[in-house]
Each structure stands twice: as C-alpha cells, then as structure tokens.
C-alpha cells in the first residue's frame, strides 16, 4: 500500500481513438509517483463537467495508491455538444461506451505517462462516478436502462470490474421522475436488478432532486434494489455535492463541508481497497470508526 503523502503524476489529455464517437476521448490520467502493482479507478463524471473535475476525490485517491482515469463525456461543457446533436439521444450510452474504451485502451494510457508502464495490477480495476456519473459507473457494475415497457435493456456490464463507488447515483424512473425529467432524460430509467458487483452508494439525506418526485430516498435505490454485497453510507445533511466532491472552488456546492469530504475520501478509499483486496481491513476499520464517533457526519449499512 503506498504512502499517504505519495507524490502523484496527473497528465492530461491523453487522447484515445474512439471510431464512431465524433471525436478522440480525452482523459486525464493521475497515478502515483511511484509503487507498482495499482489498481486501476476509472471515473465517471456529472453532467456538465470534464477530466478536470473532482479534485478532491481524484487527489486522494492516487496519493493513496490508485491509478484514477477520467474521461470527458460528451455531455461536457467543454465539448458544446447540443440536443440538436445527433449523438445526444445516444448519450448515455457513449458515457457507457467511454468508460469501456478506457479499459480496452490501458496500453496506450500507460504509454502516455511517463514511469507508468508496466506499474498496472489490471486483475484490480474498480469505477466510481457522480450524479450521472454515477449512472454511467453503474451499468459496468450490471445496472440496466430500462425501457417504457419496463423491460431490461442491454447489459453493458464489464467483467473486468470488480467493484464500484456510486455517489448521489439517480434512482428509478417511471412514474418517480418528474414530468421534465421524464421528457428531457429517457434514460433515467435504470434497473438495479442485475447489478451484482460490489458497491458502495452514497446518498445525501438532503438531496431533493428536481428529477424527481421523491424525496433523498431516491439516491438509496441502487443499495435497496440491487443484490449481492453492496453498502450504503448515508451523510447527515448533505446534498447533491456531497460535501463538495466536483471541485474544490465548484460554485454549484451549496453545502460545503471539508469534514464531509474528509469522510467520503476516506470512506470510499477504504471500500475499494477491501473490495479489491480481500485480506484488507482497511473498510471495517473506517466503518467502525465512523460507528464509534459521537459527532458523527453519517452512517453505514451493509449487506
């Protein structure tokens, strides 16, 4: 396990040929400094944002030993990809389709960062996401889009993946979208049926979504509604940003809280180290810990 205080390398763009897409996927690439045998965290950003996002989450999680790559979705705003586009219907699907292509090309990233090759444990390869994001990370853990019928759509699960990280993930569709949402993004639609990988959600109790006509309980949907070992850590008034996770000077957090971030760097840190390695106790130790606070920030349930 490396160091706390491990140097890391970000390099960005690396570009990766994606045929079909309209354009090369770009992705920044952050690793430590040294170490080898990484895991490999491919990230999924929110709407709007870019590989230059979630710093908070980014930094600490390669200063503390995982290769973290993240692509630019086509819904970037550094991308000006309108509705008038013909790839918009699709764009949930090449959010999918990014995070795969990432996989399939670490050869390449690892040729594009200097000291990298050959420092990759890719039997340990685990995704995380926000928001949409979260979405997006979730079809690589078994999640579907479901259809108007309600019927499954197409597995995009990744094998290769062996767990996940979903924070402020949307719930179901249906009838708990909001006529906007309903009109605007078909795709909201998912399943959690099949979804089996493990997987830690994070949820807000104060995040009212305007997707929605539920309540916070609608980012819990991917712990309830999927089987398998999957936990849940709930922050106590918090809302979408979780504290802040997109940035560290993002105008869009209305309930900054260092502490708050504190708590869901380490938390999702400690998830992923035990879930990719076994003999780790690094999550039951975290899980205890935030158990025995008097002063506590959240709670965690799990199955």
Do not use: C
């Given at each position: 396990?490396?160091?706390?205080?491990?140097?890391?390398?970000?390099?960005?763009?690396?570009?990766?040929?994606?045929?079909?897409?309209?354009?090369?996927?770009?992705?920044?690439?952050?690793?430590?400094a040294t170490g080898d045998d990484l895991p490999v965290l491919v990230f999924s950003h929110g709407f709007g944002?870019?590989?230059?996002?979630?710093?908070?989450?980014?930094?600490?999680?390669?200063?503390?030993?995982?290769?973290?790559?993240?692509?630019?979705?086509?819904?970037?705003?550094?991308?000006?990809?309108?509705?008038d586009d013909s790839r918009y219907p699709e764009i949930w699907r090449f959010r999918v389709q990014d995070l795969t292509r990432t996989l399939d090309q670490l050869d390449l990233i690892e040729a594009a960062v200097p000291g990298l090759a050959g420092r990759l444990d890719r039997s340990r390869i685990a995704t995380a996401g926000h928001s949409w994001g979260g979405q997006t990370a979730s079809m690589l853990l078994g999640a579907r889009v479901l259809d108007a019928e309600g019927l499954v759509g197409e597995d995009m699960s990744d094998p290769?993946?062996?767990?996940g990280v979903?924070?402020?993930?949307?719930?179901?569709?249906?009838?708990?979208?909001?006529?906007?949402?309903?009109?605007?993004?078909?795709?909201?639609?998912?399943?959690?049926?099949?979804?089996?990988?493990?997987?830690?959600?994070?949820?807000?109790?104060?995040?009212?979504?305007?997707?929605?006509?539920?309540?916070?309980?609608?980012?819990?949907d991917a712990y309830f509604l999927s089987p398998g070992t999957k936990s849940l850590l709930t922050l106590f008034g918090a809302e979408h940003s979780l504290?802040?996770?997109?940035?560290?000077?993002?105008t869009?957090?209305?309930?900054?809280?260092?502490?708050?971030?504190?708590?869901?760097?380490?938390?999702s840190w400690a998830f992923l180290r035990s879930a990719l390695y076994p003999a780790d106790t690094s999550w039951a130790t975290a899980s205890a810990e935030l158990g025995?606070?008097?002063?506590?920030?959240g709670q965690i349930e799990s199955r």
């Open positions: 396990m490396n160091h706390p205080d491990e140097v890391v390398v970000s390099v960005r763009p690396v570009l990766l040929p994606a045929p079909g897409r309209g354009e090369d996927l770009r992705v920044r690439v952050s690793a430590p944002s870019s590989l230059d996002g979630y710093a908070p989450l980014v930094d600490f999680w390669a200063g503390r030993g995982f290769v973290v790559i993240q692509p630019t979705h086509l819904d970037s705003r550094t991308l000006n990809v309108t509705p290769r993946v062996k767990a979903l924070l402020a993930v949307p719930g179901t569709g249906g009838a708990d979208l909001t006529p906007f949402a309903a009109e605007h993004f078909s795709f909201m639609n998912p399943g959690f049926a099949e979804m089996t990988t493990p997987a830690l959600v994070v949820a807000g109790d104060k995040d009212q979504s305007a997707l929605t006509v539920r309540g916070p309980d609608w980012f819990t504290g802040g996770v997109s940035g560290y000077t993002v869009e957090t209305t309930d900054e809280s260092p502490e708050r971030i504190a708590l869901v760097q380490r938390l025995q606070d008097t002063d506590r920030l």
